[in-house]
């Protein structure tokens, strides 16, 4: 128990110094207590807290093993997606840590911290955080301090787009598992995360591996919304294998146990999935059916990957006149957001949406390879989404092949068919 928990609770109590200190010893010495400028007796502390009444129930506030305990269910929370009850315990928690000294505990509810702020779409925030202290996570031996931090960053990482180093620092922190004895949750979310990230870069035989031992953990402890979200990405998987079958079959079974809990945002996720798997199949109609459904089943930037679905289907179907509601309840939902979310997820939009409202009103958007050649192309190259710079690399060489400048179009050409070889796809 330290001094600045003495001041935290006179101040509250509204009570000054020479009150606290009367009968007990020097307002002077009582003033080094509170600066924590020397050590104190248990048998003067024990009075000083009797006098601010601070009984057992108080001190257990300032339990630095029970404060570790509360981040651990702060931790949990995140991992579960309950936001709401995060932000009112890291509330709690942060006015509590201002008087620990610990500096392994403050780190750790940091670190923890960030997560949230990635997940609220503070990314600025959040890698600020992880920044702070990455310098005490490196210099000291803590291993679980360092599985968290590892982490977090990977999140960092894979938000921008860097899935393979994500996928490294993952499997650092899978290492130091076998000596932590770790919830089984923070265990589960490891795999769920190595499953998403392996899913990124292509490695569909991990992805399934990963997502087969979470579904299994999440299953036996009745975890059906985490189960939910592993059958999704497992349906992805065999999406992208082509066993549409099996595919549908995991998409089914997420679903069931979405209505099952009530989990909306879960049900949006699926129709957009299943929405998906129409288009591959051809059936363009049933995906704007289905992608309409997800949309109405969101809220904000999280209804824009349906708009782009939907767009997608239409300019397929040659429907131009049906592109433009969408493409300006896009722009509008962006202009919404503002500058409070500028991370790549939500940004691509404004690129994609840039390009299908020259689709729909070709010849109102001056000359379209320029837009093309110096803002979409080189926005898709620097994140390395290379299926989108396959899209539109290609459709600017067509573009220049039509207009017989052969030299670009042969060099738009050739950067779309270096985007197929890194997404390792057959030619």
């Given amino acids: 128990m330290n001094g600045k928990i003495l001041k935290y609770h006179r101040l509250k109590q509204r009570k000054k110094q020479g009150e606290v200190a009367k009968g007990i010893c020097s307002i002077s010495y009582y003033s080094k207590i509170e600066n924590d400028q020397i050590d104190v007796g248990n048998e003067l502390m024990e009075q000083l807290l009797e006098r601010l009444e601070i009984h057992d129930t108080v001190k257990a506030v300032h339990d630095e093993k029970k404060l570790k305990e509360r981040i651990h269910q702060m931790n949990e929370l995140i991992i579960d997606r309950e936001l709401d009850e995060s932000e009112n315990l890291s509330n709690v928690l942060h006015d509590q840590l201002q008087y620990v000294q610990n500096p392994h505990l403050i780190v750790f509810f940091e670190i923890i911290l960030a997560r949230f702020r990635f997940l609220r779409g503070e990314h600025a925030s959040g890698q600020a955080l992880l920044e702070k202290n990455e310098s005490f996570v490196k210099e000291i031996e803590d291993a679980e301090l360092k599985f968290h931090f590892l982490k977090m960053k990977s999140v960092y990482h894979f938000l921008n787009q860097q899935a393979e180093t994500a996928i490294v620092l993952l499997k650092e922190a899978d290492g130091l598992r076998a000596s932590l004895h770790l919830p089984h949750k923070d265990v589960v979310d490891l795999y769920y995360m190595l499953g998403v990230c392996s899913y990124r870069v292509k490695d569909i035989n991990a992805s399934m591996y990963y997502m087969k031992e979470a579904v299994r953990v999440y299953d036996s402890n009745y975890d059906y919304q985490r189960s939910g979200d592993c059958r999704l990405m497992l349906g992805l ?11 549908e079959k995991q998409y089914e079974l997420a679903m069931k146990l979405a209505k099952n809990i009530q989990h909306k945002q879960l049900e949006g996720k699926v129709l957009q999935a299943k929405g998906e798997l129409f288009s591959a199949r051809g059936l363009s109609l049933e995906a704007i059916t289905v992608f309409q459904m997800s949309y109405r089943l969101r809220k904000g930037t999280d209804r824009l990957i349906c708009i782009r679905s939907i767009l997608k289907e239409f300019h397929k179907m040659g429907q131009y006149s049906e592109l433009l509601s969408w493409i300006d309840h896009g722009f509008e939902i962006l202009k919404e957001a ?24 070709p010849g109102e958007n001056g000359d379209f390879e320029d837009i093309l050649k110096d803002e979409i192309v080189p926005f898709f190259e620097k994140h390395e989404r290379y299926e989108d710079v396959h899209i539109y690399a290609k459709d600017l060489a067509e573009r220049y092949e039509r207009k017989q400048h052969h030299r670009k179009a042969a060099m738009y050409y050739k950067k779309a068919v270096k985007a197929l070889e890194v ?3 057959e030619i």
């Fill in 237 to 247: 998987c065999y999406k992208g294998i082509g066993q549409y079958e099996s595919a």
């Fill in 338 to 361: 503002g500058t409070k979310t500028r991370s790549f997820l939500v940004e691509q939009y404004r690129y994609h949406f840039t390009y299908y409202r020259h689709i729909a009103t």
């Fill in 423 to 425: 997404m390792n796809y």
